[in-house]
């Protein structure tokens, strides 16, 4: 009994170790399965609830963007206030005069345009000059490889991670049809690009535009900063597509303990959106050039067609979790960079005329000036004279050559003194003349 109350017995496991491992096995096997289901064969969502959802992400996003706009405003003095403040005056040219005050209102009442009753325009031309610059952008992408480098660089860069092995491009196509540009309007906006006459960023194109007309006498028309804005309607029906090949490399426990090789094709299929474009003009005080900006707005839409095939032998095709990832991934580079409220912006050079930019038919084809009868050509005519005017100098050439071979072979290579020399001697066969010697001094020698 003592025994028995100094070591009691411990209670015996409910399972034993074989048990055990049988769970521990099913219960990877179920995570795996579940993996299996749910990542590589779950049925992808579809391509109109995508849309819709991620418009709601981006409109909430662009609403949150104007609500602290609006907060910020009302929580800062008057914008006309930062105009009263003194500034430092420069000395100006008292010859060349400036020209008056330009604002918003009164560009517009100069060029006859109305934002509120002027009717959008087409864009048809636009559309010719679009095409004419894509196309030929295709066409030089077909001479060299250029733009294949470029984006073999592009892709694999500089901070490629350790998993990943090089990444090769083993398709590009450009496409065949052109995007088309259509309901073009002009829009005043202010220096947040909000709209004047609606108070709303991309006022017209959200569906909550109310019948309030654009005042140009309104102190937010007339403040530092308040521009026109171009919008335009966007659509492009093709197939631009991107195909690339790599390696994913398992370097754990040891160095590529793994490898599979994955092939992933990414196609553009349709765009529409409202692509807004601005001029900011220069300011001397920041001593900044003129800026054109460029952004789309928030109620675009960008379908892809992603192909992917994973594995060596055996293979996985069109895993739908992959394509929901790299669809995502487009979707946050593109929102980043040109969806609104970020844009881009781009430096313009100087548009005063310069001579030394200026190309045509005053310029002089072969040497002469333009005032000895060259007269004015176009660019096509002219590099065709100077073709022709190239081509008849080289027939002269080989003319000239010709004949002067001719004259070689009939007589012999006597100079014009040994000729003379000849003439004037007594025709014995011993009498020589010395070429290059001086006149009428013969050479007898024996024969």
């Given at each position: 009994?003592?025994?028995t109350?100094?070591?009691?017995?411990?209670?015996?496991?409910?399972?034993?170790?074989?048990?055990?491992?049988?769970?521990?096995?099913?219960?990877?096997?179920?995570?795996?399965?579940a993996?299996i289901?749910?990542?590589?064969?779950?049925?992808?969502?579809?391509?109109?609830?995508?849309?819709?959802?991620?418009?709601?992400?981006r409109?909430s996003?662009?609403?949150?963007?104007?609500?602290?706009?609006?907060?910020?405003?009302s929580?800062?003095?008057?914008?006309t206030?930062?105009q009263q403040?003194?500034?430092?005056?420069?000395?100006?040219?008292?010859?060349?005069?400036?020209?008056?005050?330009?604002?918003?209102?009164?560009?517009?009442?100069?060029?006859?345009?109305?934002?509120?009753s002027?009717?959008?325009e087409s864009?048809?031309?636009f559309?010719?000059?679009?095409a004419?610059t894509?196309?030929?952008?295709?066409?030089?992408a077909?001479?060299d490889d250029?733009i294949?480098?470029?984006?073999?660089?592009?892709?694999?860069?500089?901070?490629?991670?350790?998993?990943?092995d090089?990444?090769k491009v083993?398709?590009?196509?450009?496409?065949?049809d052109?995007?088309?540009?259509?309901?073009c309007r002009?829009?005043?906006?202010?220096e947040?690009g909000?709209?004047?006459?609606?108070?709303?960023?991309?006022?017209?194109?959200?569906?909550g535009?109310n019948?309030?007309r654009?005042d140009?006498?309104s102190?937010r028309?007339?403040?530092?900063?308040s521009?026109l804005?171009?919008?335009?309607?966007?659509?492009?029906?093709?197939?631009?597509?991107?195909a690339l090949?790599?390696?994913?490399?398992?370097?754990?426990p040891?160095r590529?303990?793994?490898?599979?090789?994955?092939?992933?094709?990414?196609?553009?299929?349709?765009?529409s959106g409202?692509?807004?474009?601005?001029f900011?003009?220069?300011?001397?005080?920041?001593?900044t050039?003129?800026?054109?900006?460029?952004?789309?707005?928030?109620?675009?839409?960008?379908?892809?067609?992603?192909?992917?095939?994973?594995?060596?032998r055996?293979?996985?095709?069109?895993v739908?979790?992959?394509?929901q990832?790299?669809?995502?991934r487009?979707?946050r580079?593109?929102d980043?960079r040109?969806?609104?409220?970020?844009?881009?912006?781009?430096a313009?050079?100087?548009?005063w005329?310069?001579?030394?930019?200026?190309?045509?038919?005053d310029?002089?084809?072969?040497?002469?000036?333009?005032s000895?009868?060259?007269?004015?050509a176009g660019?096509?005519?002219?590099?065709?004279?100077?073709?022709?005017?190239?081509?008849?100098?080289?027939r002269?050439?080989?003319?000239?050559e010709t004949?002067?071979?001719?004259?070689?072979e009939?007589?012999?290579?006597?100079?014009?003194?040994?000729?003379?020399?000849r003439?004037?001697?007594?025709?014995?066969e011993?009498?020589f003349?010395?070429?290059?010697?001086?006149?009428d001094m013969?050479?007898?020698?024996?024969?």
């Amino acid at each position: 009994m003592a025994t028995t109350e100094m070591c009691p017995m411990k209670p015996e496991p409910t399972l034993s170790f074989t048990q055990g491992l049988i769970v521990g096995q099913i219960s990877v096997v179920l995570l795996i399965a579940a993996f299996i289901k749910f990542f590589i064969f779950g049925d992808a969502p579809s391509p109109e609830i995508t849309a819709t959802i991620r418009a709601a992400e981006r409109r909430s996003r662009t609403l949150a963007h104007r609500q602290s706009l609006l907060t910020l405003r009302s929580a800062t003095p008057n914008p006309t206030d930062r105009q009263q403040q003194p500034t430092l005056n420069k000395k100006k040219s008292s010859i060349l005069r400036s020209p008056p005050t330009l604002t918003i209102g009164s560009i517009l009442n100069k060029t006859y345009y109305n934002v509120d009753s002027h009717q959008p325009e087409s864009l048809d031309w636009f559309n010719v000059l679009i095409a004419q610059t894509i196309a030929q952008f295709r066409s030089d992408a077909q001479q060299d490889d250029a733009i294949l480098s470029s984006l073999t660089k592009a892709l694999n860069g500089t901070s490629r991670p350790d998993f990943l092995d090089e990444i090769k491009v083993t398709e590009l196509t450009l496409g065949e049809d052109f995007p088309i540009f259509s309901n073009c309007r002009i829009i005043p906006v202010d220096e947040d690009g909000l709209s004047l006459n609606t108070g709303r960023p991309g006022g017209g194109g959200h569906g909550g535009e109310n019948n309030k007309r654009f005042d140009a006498n309104s102190l937010r028309a007339k403040q530092e900063g308040s521009r026109l804005q171009a919008r335009m309607d966007v659509d492009l029906s093709d197939m631009i597509t991107l195909a690339l090949e790599t390696k994913i490399l398992l370097n754990y426990p040891k160095r590529l303990t793994a490898v599979l090789p994955v092939a992933l094709a990414v196609s553009v299929v349709r765009f529409s959106g409202t692509l807004s474009i601005s001029f900011i003009p220069s300011s001397q005080s920041q001593s900044t050039p003129t800026m054109m900006t460029f952004s789309f707005l928030d109620d675009y839409r960008l379908d892809f067609s992603v192909r992917s095939l994973v594995g060596s032998r055996s293979r996985l095709q069109d895993v739908p979790k992959i394509a929901q990832l790299v669809e995502s991934r487009l979707h946050r580079w593109f929102d980043e960079r040109a969806v609104e409220p970020r844009f881009q912006e781009i430096a313009l050079p100087s548009l005063w005329p310069r001579k030394r930019n200026t190309r045509g038919g005053d310029d002089p084809l072969d040497g002469a000036s333009s005032s000895s009868g060259s007269g004015s050509a176009g660019k096509g005519k002219g590099r065709e004279m100077a073709k022709e005017l190239k081509l008849e100098e080289a027939r002269r050439e080989l003319r000239a050559e010709t004949a002067a071979g001719a004259r070689h072979e009939l007589n012999p290579p006597e100079t014009l003194r040994y000729r003379r020399a000849r003439g004037r001697g007594d025709g014995s066969e011993g009498s020589f003349s010395m070429p290059g010697s001086l006149p009428d001094m013969a050479l007898n020698l024996p024969t």
